[in-house]
């Protein structure tokens, strides 16, 4: 008896965790089987990439294109015509997102299509991950599938103006560059495709009139993620100094054969300058140091300009000035390091900002370098010798206070003493 009923115990949880796993199958829309099946699959038209299969992801689109997205019925691995396939898409803003209700054609196929709207802020309304859901029911069994696909620029650019350095020396941004030197330009390409990409890049470069001091296309395939891509080019001595810009356009292939762009030109400027001086290092001696102490300050300037320099040199204290050095004959891309010292008898303790500055060349425009701050000293006062006259004094006095102590306490012994005495007698006399 309890055999059997332990037998239907357990047919009876079988029940349950078969329904209750059927039931999460529906729920999760993945009810169809090799079987007997209704499955439905949404793709896209970016063969080989389209996204056939249950829950696969498409090759990316660019807003430029229009969104052909399809959809596969069958049972029993059949097509099925002439039933009513539910389209939803789900873009990243909400605005963008559909309904589509579409019939299956004789090969089991329905088809929605539609474009972004091209407006000012497309990439903050349209760029990111969409889904499309593909839902039918025939008889009662559902199927269900979803597509997901990226939308952005297939190929985006950053640019940006750097040192001409040589590997493995870091490059660092930088803005200003002298007539007759070199330009460090980096340009970051983001493939989002799956596929390779062929890739037609070109770089123009106008001065502050609008001329042309250097251009060039390069022609290659990309494959998915970034590629960093450094160049150089020297700025002609004839360029009109002032601000350059630098455009960088993406193509698929040139115009002329019918190209098209993957994303909008990027431009970065940068200023073409004739004179530049800088103070590019400085060092003190101490953070700290006594009044009446001499602190030793160290400057070196560089000529990044493109003729001789004549200019001063200051070093300060605060705003006031602890001295000033003409600074003849520094030669184009040449450094000089001078020396300054801070004799400070005459400062009252505390702490002091030290900073230099350079004066300004005629026609120089960059002048944010010809200021250093050096950083902060602390100046301490010292404690004054105690004398010897003053060291006696002092040990009399310290002798004296012993003394007195020493005569209090003798005092106050006599007192207690005296006390105890009459205390003794006033005894005696009240025991009579």
């Not at 009923?5 to 529906?26: D, G, K, P």
């Not at 052909?68 to 097509?79: F, H, K, Q, S």
């Not at 589509?100 to 972004?116: E, K, L, P, Y």
């Not at 300037?301 to 001063?312: L, P, Q």
Request: proline fraction near 3%; include cysteine.
């Amino acid at each position: 008896m309890n055999k059997k009923r332990a037998s239907i115990l357990s047919l009876m949880l079988l029940s349950i965790v078969s329904i209750s796993i059927f039931n999460a199958l529906f729920q999760m829309h993945l009810v169809h089987g090799t079987d007997n099946a209704l499955i439905v699959d949404a793709f896209s038209r970016k063969a080989p990439f389209d996204g056939r299969g249950i829950n696969q992801s498409s090759e990316a689109f660019s807003p430029l294109e229009e969104m052909l997205i399809y959809a596969l019925v069958t049972y029993n691995g059949d097509p099925v015509a002439s039933i009513f396939i539910s389209f939803q898409v789900i873009a990243p803003t909400s605005t963008l997102n559909q309904f589509r209700v579409v019939v299956t054609n004789q090969s089991g196929v329905a088809r929605i299509n539609f474009s972004i709207p091209w407006v000012e802020n497309v990439e903050n309304i349209a760029f990111g991950e969409w889904r499309v859901y593909a839902s039918v029911s025939i008889a009662g069994r559902l199927a269900f599938d979803v597509l997901t696909y990226k939308v952005g620029w297939l190929i985006d650019t950053k640019v940006r103006t750097v040192t001409p350095t040589q590997y493995p020396e870091p490059r660092v941004e930088k803005q200003n560059f002298v007539k007759g030197n070199e330009v460090g330009l980096e340009i970051t390409l983001e493939n989002i495709a799956i596929s390779l990409k062929d890739i037609t890049l070109t770089i123009g470069v106008y001065d502050a009139l609008n001329q042309q001091i250097y251009e060039t296309i390069m022609h290659f395939t990309m494959p998915h993620g970034e590629l960093l891509i450094y160049r150089t080019f020297y700025v002609p001595k004839w360029a009109a100094t002032g601000t350059a810009v630098i455009r960088v356009a993406v193509f698929d292939k040139e115009p002329s054969l019918g190209g098209v762009i993957y994303c909008p030109e990027k431009s970065v400027t940068f200023n073409i300058v004739l004179r530049d001086i800088a103070i590019v290092a400085a060092s003190i001696s101490a953070a700290e140091l006594y009044v009446d102490q001499t602190l030793s300050i160290s400057v070196t300037v560089k000529n990044f300009g493109a003729i001789s320099e004549n200019f001063s040199l200051s070093v300060l204290y605060d705003s006031a000035i602890i001295g000033t050095v003409d600074v003849i004959s520094l030669e184009p891309n040449a450094e000089r390091a001078i020396s300054f010292l801070w004799n400070t008898s005459n400062v009252d303790a505390g702490v002091y900002s030290i900073s230099s500055s350079a004066s300004r060349v005629p026609e120089e425009t960059n002048i944010i370098n010809n200021n250093y701050v050096i950083g902060q000293v602390k100046v301490l006062q010292r404690r004054t010798p105690i004398s010897q006259r003053d060291l006696y004094i002092i040990l009399w006095i310290i002798l004296l206070m012993f003394l007195f102590a020493l005569l209090a306490l003798l005092v106050l012994r006599r007192r207690k003493k005296d006390e105890s005495e009459i205390l003794e007698q006033m005894s005696y006399f009240l025991e009579i």
